[in-house]
């Protein structure tokens, strides 16, 4: 089993310390581990969070909508769905009632792009932590929040 004060060699003050020092460390891990899950599909992992919110939605969302929802909030949620755009997974739908409202709908090709990822994708990064246990650790991480 891991240690982070063997990972980091380091000693710690106390328990919450090592703990906050523990998440940031795995977090920086597991945003590493996306990142190389999703390179051979084209797409970070925040471009396929904005998929699968707009999928989720069913409908076309405000651009303003997708940001709040997004898991990592992004400063540069524009230039991911230009990028999205040019890739022709997103497309852009004026708003008619409001000119300034601009609306985001996934395309047929950004849904196969998901349908594809879906298959691959698991959670094998949490397979040694049982259902109960990856329960405890979404409780803990909400309570922190």
Sequence with gaps: MADISKDVNAKFKDNRFKAFVNIMYTANWLSNKQVLFFKPFDVSPQQHNILRILRGSGKPLKVQTVK????????????????????????????????????????KKGLELLKEIDVVFN????????QEEAKQ?????????
């Design 137 to 145: 650790l979404s409780n803990l991480l909400d309570k922190i929040r």
């Design 68 to 107: 709040e929802r997004m898991v990592e909030r992004a400063p540069n949620v524009t230039r991911l769905m230009d990028k999205l755009i040019s890739k022709a997974l997103i497309e852009r739908k004026a708003c008619k009632e409001d000119r300034r409202v601009v609306h985001i709908n996934i395309t």
């Design 123 to 130: 959670s094998d990064i949490l397979e040694q932590l049982t």
